[in-house]
Every structure is written in structure tokens, then in C-alpha cells.
């Protein structure tokens, strides 16, 4: 998938990546902080992406090895990242065709486009929890912005995000991103 002609997609490796580095820069009393997600702690949305993303690989018959939810956040995604990168380092499983929402697809398609979005989105939501500042790149606000509006108004169904929120004219890109996708930045 192309963003934009000047900010192509993220690679999906660097999207994990991102969202580890994150998980490994929290300190242990941060996981039980609530998050920017309604009901959830920093570790219940490190579990959300851990479960979305095996349950989708499982349902195309690409199941991972069984994993403990239980554990400490940071070594259960590294984990899993480690296992995602084996099961797609078999160019089948990324080019494994199925019907999605959206029409005929692939699962690196669907790993890319939604569940990369997922892990930039669930980064920011992550670090928010922690209080720390997580920045995005310009190749990360466009491929944010590309996936949703994709998504259309599916976006703001019940389970993905809230509706989107009214920023100032003068807010940054991040903020604006933030919004659009139910999210309002600190400050």
C-alpha cells in the first residue's frame, strides 16, 4: 500500500519495532496506568494488539504458538513480534488470499493496513499511559491518515475508535491525526 507518491506505507517490521520500543520504555508501574482507551490499562492494550493479531493469523489458518497474555507486557510482544516475523518470513502466509471487509485481499495486506494502523494508533496510547511523549513520523501521520480514510465511517463503529474530535485551527499534525481518529493529544 502507498500512502502518498512522496511518504510510502511503513514496513510492518518497522511498526513492530516502534511498538516495542515503546513497550521496553515503560517502567513496570506504568502497565496497571489507565490508558487513552476507555477501560483499559497500558497492559490490556499490548494484550488487545497481542490477541487481534494472532486471532486474525489463526482465522487464516496461520496459527502462532500459544503465548501467556499473563506475563510482563514488553517480553509478551517481543515474543509475539518474534513469532509474527517467523510465521510472515514464509512469503505464502503474507500472500494468503482471503475475502475481508473491504473486498479480496491478503493477509500482509490486512497486517499492513489495519494492523499496522492498529500499532501506531495503540503506540501512542501505550506511551500516553506511561506519560511519556510519543512522537510520530511523517510517513506515520500519512499512513494514518491513508488508512483511515479508507476505513470511512467503519472507522467509528462500535470496538475501533471513537468519533473524531474538534481541534483548533492551529493544532499540529499529530494532534489533528490524533483527533480524527477519537484521540485528544496532552496539552
Do not use: K, N
Not at 40 to 62: C, I, K, M, S
Not at 117 to 137: C, K, P, Q, Y
Not at 168 to 185: F, I, K, M, S, W
Amino acid at each position: 500500500m502507498t500512502t502518498s507518491t512522496t511518504h510510502p506505507a511503513p514496513d510492518l517490521r518497522q511498526l513492530t519495532a516502534a511498538f516495542g520500543a515503546v513497550c521496553d520504555r515503560l517502567p513496570a508501574d506504568a502497565w496497571a496506568r489507565p490508558s487513552p482507551c476507555e477501560g483499559w490499562t497500558a497492559r490490556d492494550v499490548v494484550r488487545h494488539v497481542v490477541d487481534t493479531e494472532r486471532d486474525f493469523l489463526d482465522q487464516r489458518g496461520v496459527p502462532l504458538a500459544p503465548i501467556d497474555l499473563g506475563g510482563d507486557p514488553a517480553a509478551v510482544w517481543r515474543t509475539h513480534a518474534a513469532a509474527l516475523a517467523d510465521a510472515l518470513a514464509d512469503p505464502a502466509v503474507g500472500g494468503l488470499e482471503y475475502d475481508g471487509h473491504f473486498g479480496r485481499t491478503t493477509v500482509a495486506e490486512s497486517l499492513l493496513r489495519f494492523y499496522g494502523f492498529d500499532l501506531v494508533v495503540h503506540r501512542w496510547d501505550v506511551a500516553t499511559a506511561a506519560g511519556l511523549d510519543e512522537r510520530f513520523s511523517d510517513q506515520e501521520l500519512t499512513f494514518v491518515e491513508a488508512c483511515a480514510a479508507g476505513f470511512g465511517e467503519t472507522l467509528y463503529t462500535e470496538g475501533i475508535c471513537r468519533p473524531a474530535l474538534d481541534v483548533p485551527a492551529d493544532a499540529d499534525r499529530q494532534t489533528r491525526v490524533l483527533a480524527l481518529v477519537g484521540r485528544r493529544a496532552a496539552g
